[in-house]
């Protein structure tokens, strides 16, 4: 029988997970580096609800009246928009983090429900843009891969600024995750640890990027639109700088935004959440007086159900992105590799060692045997089933609040269930009209 | 020889014609032009074997993404002159500014005047030969590639540097972490000789240049390195 633990008081504090931190510090003498995002609360969208119909909104019909879910992205300087099917779109991850057969399953999942995958540092494989009829390109920091003909096989281009886990923060591949196949499309030697640049070589300010943008669209011939992709901070500014610089599309990761690998005091530390973040681009898009018209809003960090996927719409996003979900999607932390999970210290639902290049699921690894499990059609085939229940319980949402299309939700079908929430979204706290900052 | 003035065509215009994309000039090998003002992203994307001569200074990204065709400058070029060049040749004629051949993958980057700060910063396999002189963090994690200075290098030379190797002929104000003086071979003065050759800058003496690269110290993350992180 196990000893009676009920008189012990664990210390708010220093509790079990902060002493475990102070040991490992002590014992490796190094920061701690790992995958997924924020762990601990912050204010989300859950802190939010939804007004739904009454005696002086009516809903739609569930099935039979139509509810649209297409974002048309970019049609302000391209020639040829992207559109997608569904407002929820995939994050950049970049081959390298992960496996060629989780890009190959996220292109696969993606595709088939038409909506867009996105690259990564790293450059594009063969995998992701055979398998994606809709791909981003990124262009970061790093230029790891960076070729104009890549380039001009996109369908859109997204320059990274900064992602919402590590907002001024470079990249890190460890050097166990480095193949041969990931060290030729980077140009370095292998079994180093690489770190990706956290600012652009040859831009810095809006000044410049505005002149980077001109000169993507010249190398493009104006055909695809130019993203713009910020770690949530100074959320306003740096959409309206975005906007004057010239892009299309402002991305905007929130504080919880999930990573490859990031040193965990950068995960937790840095940036402000998904909640205020999308207010505050929608805020700036607004003022510009481009909202939902000139330039869309893709908004992204800890997105993870229909309702998540409604709640930014209604806030002013155009469409979400997903990073950490759809892995999840794909087959982490499963429950079936619970045994290979203990022998890594870790157990479903906690493994977060995306660094490490061990992971039984085969998703975040470069290890050809781990590689192997995951079967991108299976794989890519589930995410698709979660992509069509994200965008049905959008949909189901949006009909009770009276949308014929998931964007005319709007911040006025919303409510805050805290203070905080009600603060930071700017939606009225339950059951009052009071908006804190906004008088009484 | 098709002469393209840019006082009086516009540069979206300008760079279609260099790009063989523009109905009329498809067969043209040969470009000149004229009046570019300090004109950003000029000669951007281009990508087969043409000529190009610009006459006059040029301002931000020209030649950028390079690939294949040659481009001479005839004045001043801004930042990030053949950023992420593939193949090809760019010459700048006078100075060029920061960030000269940024990430450029391969090709050869000419700067016949001095380049400002960060010349090479992530270079990916390009050579770069600049006649005179180069400003602080130059070859700023160059991972491959060679970068040719004649002249002197300002503080942070190849600071945080990968393989790419550099050859100086004056003295470095400092390096950055991790870049060290290497032992020169007769192998590594030919290749110096033969990127001398290819510059044009046959004046330069091999024999009188050292050379630097990475001292792979901070290839893998080890805490008795804290102080260079
Ligand atoms: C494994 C992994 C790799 C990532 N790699 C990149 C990257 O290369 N470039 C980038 O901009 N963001 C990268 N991200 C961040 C995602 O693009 C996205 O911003 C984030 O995952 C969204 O938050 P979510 O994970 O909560 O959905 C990565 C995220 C993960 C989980």
């Known amino acids: ?440 | 020889m098709n002469t393209i003035d840019l006082e009086t065509t516009d540069l979206r215009r300008a760079n279609r014609l260099l790009q063989g994309r523009a109905r009329e000039g498809g067969a043209e090998r040969t470009f000149t032009v004229t009046n570019p003002r300090g004109a950003h992203a000029l000669a951007a994307g281009l990508d087969r074997a043409i000529d190009v001569t610009i006459q006059g200074h040029v301002g931000y990204y020209c030649a950028g993404m390079n690939q294949k065709a040659s481009v001479t400058i005839e004045g001043n070029a801004g930042v990030g002159v053949a950023e992420n060049m593939m193949s090809g040749t760019v010459r700048v004629t006078g100075d060029a500014s920061q960030s000269a051949g940024a990430t450029a993958h391969g090709g050869l980057l000419v700067i016949e005047g001095n380049a400002a700060s960060r010349c090479g910063i992530s270079m990916k396999g390009v050579d770069i030969v600049v006649r005179g002189s180069v400003g602080h963090n130059s070859a700023f994690m160059a991972q491959a590639g060679h970068l040719v200075i004649c002249g002197d290098a300002d503080d942070g030379l190849g600071d945080s540097i990968y393989e790419t190797v550099i050859f100086l002929r004056g003295a470095a104000k400092g390096l950055g972490a991790d870049c060290e003086e290497k032992e020169i071979t007769a192998d590594d003065r030919k290749i110096l000789a033969a990127l001398l050759q290819r510059a044009g800058l046959t004046d330069q003496d091999p024999g009188a240049f050292r050379r630097y690269g990475s001292a792979r110290r901070l290839y893998n993350f080890k805490i008795d390195n804290l102080g260079a992180y």
Request: glycine share 12%; proline share 5%; net charge negative.
């Open chain 1, 1 to 440: 029988m196990s000893m009676d633990t009920s008189h012990l008081r664990e210390s708010q504090i220093f509790d079990r997970a902060t002493i475990h931190d102070i040991q490992r510090a002590a014992s490796e003498g190094i920061y701690k580096i790992r995958g997924f995002g924020a762990k601990r609360k912050l204010p989300h969208f859950d802190d939010l609800v939804f007004l739904g119909a009454s005696v002086s909104r009516y809903p739609l019909e569930g099935y039979r009246e139509a509810c649209g879910t297409d974002v048309t992205l970019g049609a302000r300087h391209a020639e040829r928009p992207l559109t997608i099917d569904i407002p929820v779109t995939i994050a950049g991850m970049s081959f390298g983090s992960l496996s060629a057969q989780a890009k190959e399953a996220l292109g696969r999942g993606a595709s088939a429900v038409g909506t867009s995958t996105t690259t990564g540092d790293g450059g594009m494989t063969q995998e992701e843009r055979g398998h994606s009829t809709k791909l981003v390109y990124q262009y970061l920091p790093s230029r790891y891969g960076m070729n104009p003909d890549d380039l001009r096989k996109a369908d859109a281009i997204e320059v990274v600024v900064g992602q919402g886990a590590k907002p001024g923060g470079g990249g890190m591949l460890l050097g166990h995750k480095i193949s041969e196949r990931v060290a030729e499309m980077r140009t370095l030697p292998k079994d180093i640890d690489q770190r990706s640049a956290c600012r652009h070589p040859d831009w810095t300010g809006p000044d410049d990027l505005e002149i980077k943008i001109r000169e993507l669209r010249e190398i493009t011939d104006w055909q695809v639109p130019i993203y713009v992709k910020v770690g949530a901070t100074r959320t306003y500014y740096d959409t309206m700088l975005a906007v004057k610089s010239g892009a299309d599309v402002v991305v905007v990761d929130g504080m919880q935004g999930g990573t490859g690998a990031t040193q965990e005091c950068f995960i937790e530390h840095v940036g402000i959440p998904t909640l205020p973040a999308v207010r505050l681009a929608a805020e700036a898009l607004r003022e510009l007086g481009l909202h939902r018209t000139g330039v869309q809003l893709i908004v992204s960090g800890g997105i993870r159900s229909g309702a998540d996927v409604a709640k930014a719409i209604a806030l002013g996003a155009d469409a979400v992105s997903i990073g950490t979900a759809a892995l999840i999607a794909l087959g982490d932390n499963r429950p079936d590799l619970a045994a290979e999970y203990e022998k890594l210290g870790t157990a479903p639902g906690f493994y977060e060692d995306w660094q490490a290049g061990r992971d039984p699921a085969g998703i975040t690894t470069q290890d050809p045997d781990l590689s192997k499990r995951l079967d991108p059609e299976k794989a890519g085939q589930r995410l698709a089933n979660y992509l069509r229940v994200l965008t049905l319980e959008a949909q189901t949402l949006a009909r009770a609040c009276g949308k014929s299309h998931v964007r005319n939700l709007e911040p006025e079908d919303l409510q805050a269930l805290t203070i905080e929430a009600a603060a930071m979204a700017k939606v009225p706290l339950a059951g009052t009209g009071w908006i804190p900052g906004q008088g009484f």
